[in-house]
């Protein structure tokens, strides 16, 4: 079904009836409620990427959701300078953080940024990355770190450094199921997402501090990652999200990079992501740059580009894992709205009780151990509705 972007309104809840719901509603309602999710994406991505991974996230969710009805909003960092363009563009779509109390939702998605600090905890939206991770630890069912974000919130949570390998992991991975879990529900044992980045999380630090691997790579370490932490911590250090041409387009930049003279070394190509022909002009520009250094090779490097053919081999595994996910969102949904019309059914059961014993007393008991025909709110069994 679409996904509706909008901005959270203090005034407007349309969430209304799936929050608080009538005294009796039948079991379609409280399907119907619980199939109504609101999600807040946390966009810290640059100002290049801004609006494409916008653009990502809403097309895998809309894929992935079915028959439910899904509700994004936006939510900006403060800390993060942005140009004029995309200030704009956040000013009017976006919410701060701070808004994230005033609006109850069902999951939260959380997106890296490229880092300007060699220390992640000297990123000037630092304190302000700790309060929404300590935000969703208390009020969301769960929530997704993606890559940057998964390995900053293992380090405030838990001080687990990432370590920079010898060369970017950049292009399509084959991945391997290595645990059971909800999450990972239909996929194939073997599969292949998208990595882009030079960092790892070592595998062994995060099981020493309860997280599970549910997915790991071969040749890039680990792909994703839980833990109940409150709610429901996934974390992603690959980009399920990605578009066909992302990995293209962020080839270009990293090229162009070092043509002008910005990184020290050649980006490698991505891995199991061009057709071959491709892949191999690409290599004799990569070592014409390497021997001679010069912008004006970028044309012709754009130009195979322009004319490369990608297949976006990854999307099924990328909708079976977000299908999982908001299944387990609505799953969790359905049982509090269950569990607080019980609660609600109960309260309302006591409250006519009382009132009639008010009005009309129980007769007298006739003798030890004799007792009226009306049993008491405690021996009568919790009202359900299902």
Partial sequence: MPVSLTLPQLTDNPQACTSKLCDKPSADCVDRASRQLTIG?????????LEATERQFVSLLESASDRMSIR???????GINRGEAAARHVAGNYQGTTQLSETQLDGLIVTGREPLTANLEDEPYWDSFRWVLNWAQYNATSSIWSCLAAHAAVLAMDGIRRVKSER???????????????????????????HS????????????HGYRVLTRTIGAGVDTFVRQNGGLFIFFQGHPEYEGHTLLLEYRRDVARY???????????????????????LANFAREAQLSRREALMGAVASVLDRAVVVNSWRSTSNFLYRNWLDY???????????????????????????????????AAHGPGSQSGIASAASRPALTIL
């Fill in 72 to 78: 994004l909003l936006r939510y900006s960092l403060p």
């Fill in 259 to 281: 043509l002008r003279g910005e990184t020290a070394s050649y980006p490698s190509i991505p891995c199991g992501y061009f057709d071959g022909e491709t892949s191999d002009a």
């Fill in 41 to 49: 994406l946390i966009n810290n991505m640059s100002d290049g990427a």
């Fill in 197 to 208: 980045r030079w960092n790892g999380l070592p595998e062994e630090d995060l099981e020493r």
């Fill in 168 to 194: 970017k992991h950049s292009g399509i991975y084959n991945c391997e199921r290595v645990l059971d879990h909800q999450l990972v529900t239909s996929t194939p044992p073997d599969f292949r997402l998208p």
């Fill in 329 to 363: 969102l609505c799953a969790q949904k359905r049982q509090r709205l269950q569990g607080s019309i019980s609660q609600e059914a109960i309260r309302l059961s006591d409250a006519r009780e009382a009132v009639s014993a008010d009005r009309f007393p129980p007769p």
